[in-house]
């Protein structure tokens, strides 16, 4: 049984094996993304926060899960398509995984635990109410685009809400001070 995020296993977009172990020493944010969703323009500006800040030691790994009203339908080859022509998005993606439910993958279980709760407000839960949605109970994963941020030292340090974006203040602070430490 692994202690760490970092330990347990993944698959690379392309099927390959691998794990955030892979990114030792890097500040990792981890985002559950989909194609069909109404928060997918949120990969340009993960795209341009990826250009800003991979040289200081950011890597944003990208896991496509089709949890949230079947946003996500494609396959892993579509995803890497949909992503590279629509988005130029050059960060490292993975398999696409269940990050909710029954099926949750250990990465999202281990994610979760680590921190239960997400920054960012209950405004977004509050949309979805809205629109008449059931929003998983937390600490669950609310929806597309929630955020993790890993520390060089393999530890879940942030977690942000689905709506909060890329060039957010309090995202950006967090990610600064992981890089910095």
């Not at 949909?82 to 988005?87: A, E, G, L, P, V």
Request: charged share 20%.
């Amino acid at each position: 049984m692994t202690n760490a995020v970092t330990d347990i296993p993944v698959k690379t977009i392309k099927g390959e094996s691998a794990s955030l172990g892979d990114y030792k020493g890097k500040v990792l944010l981890v985002v559950n993304v989909a194609s069909k969703c109404g928060l997918t323009p949120q990969y340009e500006g993960l795209q341009k926060l990826y250009g800003e800040k991979k040289a200081q030691g950011l890597e944003i790994l990208g896991f496509p899960a089709n949890d949230f009203r079947g946003q996500e339908p494609g396959t892993n080859e579509e995803i890497a398509s949909f992503c590279s022509t629509s988005y130029n998005v050059t960060f490292p993606l993975f398999s696409k995984i269940e990050v909710t439910g029954e099926n949750t993958h250990p990465l999202y279980q281990a994610l979760i635990a680590a921190q239960p709760e997400a920054a960012g407000g209950t405004a977004f839960r509050e949309r979805l109410a809205g629109f008449g949605m059931v929003p998983n109970p937390a600490p669950g994963i609310l929806w597309n685009f929630e955020k993790f941020i890993v520390g060089r030292d393999g530890k879940v340090v942030a977690r942000f809400t689905p709506d909060t974006t890329a060039d957010d203040p309090a995202l950006r602070a967090a990610l600064d001070k992981a890089l910095a430490a």
